[in-house]
């Protein structure tokens, strides 16, 4: 190894060292920053014992027709993409409310035309799909 090299290499192993060894006052904006970059989650390897416990999942049940339709339907029903029926059109909406909601549940769970089985909400139930359903012909007669 260089003269150099080692000079750097001892020089970088004193910054290390005295480096962890220095505290700095943070300000509140730093310390918003540090907050805002630091990592979302760790991972916990059985058996340590500096894990957290787990947290149990809840099921909340099925969500509302309004929350399906905000997060998953909305996309093309709001705008009528591809075709879709928009909510609160009742003119696109007429024929189909005529073929009955057993009809309308399957089409939109099984997919019709442009439309994607669940409208690609795979998430959601079907519990949840007939909900949605209801709630877009409810808002569009």
Known sequence: MSIKRQVWVAAVGV??????????????????????????GEVCIQGKSD????????ASGPRSGADVYGTACVACHGTGAAGAPKLGVAADWTARIAQG????????????RGMPPKGTCMACSDEEIKLAVQHMVAGSQ
Request: net charge negative; aromatic share 4%; with cysteine.
């Open 51 to 58: 894990c957290a416990a787990p947290v149990a999942a809840v």
């Open 101 to 112: 909601e057993e009809t309308l549940v399957s089409n939109a769970i099984n997919g019709i």
């Open 15 to 40: 910054f290390t060292v005295t480096g962890a060894m220095l505290s700095f006052a943070v300000t509140e904006q730093e310390q918003q920053i540090i907050d805002r970059i630091k990592p979302v």
